[in-house]
């Protein structure tokens, strides 16, 4: 399965943002699709995640209620809305499909997309 995240940018404090994952190769929709988030000098971590079929979702307690996590398997695609974006937020995001079974671990995740910068200016 191949990756590609797209759709950082530069956002102001308040302001919102929708990256996009496009997956190619594989059967998208058996995969459990999951954000993550790398700042600079910090650990990766776990950002929110979708089942297969849309059908339940997982949030990290510092995005809860602020991102939206969604998928579109016709399209191979999941988006992440950001919204009430904040400094801290500031992070490099990838997306990753998950075979397993715990949809918050980075160890679950066979496969990664390349990254796209979000920086949330204050």
């Known amino acids: 399965v191949q990756l590609q995240a797209f759709g950082g940018g530069l956002v102001q404090a308040g302001g919102s943002l929708r990256l996009s994952c496009a997956a190619s190769?594989?059967?998208?929709?058996?995969?459990?699709m999951g954000w993550f988030r790398q700042a600079p000098g910090k650990e990766r971590e776990f950002v929110t995640a979708?089942?297969?079929?849309?059908?339940?979702?997982y949030y990290a307690g510092t995005t809860k209620g602020r991102f939206i996590i969604s998928r579109d398997n016709a399209r191979n695609t999941v988006y992440l809305q950001m919204n009430s974006l904040k400094p801290e937020d500031t992070a490099v995001y990838y997306c990753?499909?998950?075979?397993?079974?715990?949809?918050?671990?980075?160890?679950?995740?066979?496969?990664w997309g390349q990254g796209t910068e979000v920086t949330v200016s204050s």
């Open positions: 979708i089942s297969g079929g849309g059908g339940r979702t």
């Open positions: 990753a499909a998950s075979s397993g079974a715990v949809p918050t671990a980075t160890a679950m995740y066979n496969y």
């Open positions: 190769g594989g059967t998208f929709s058996t995969y459990i």
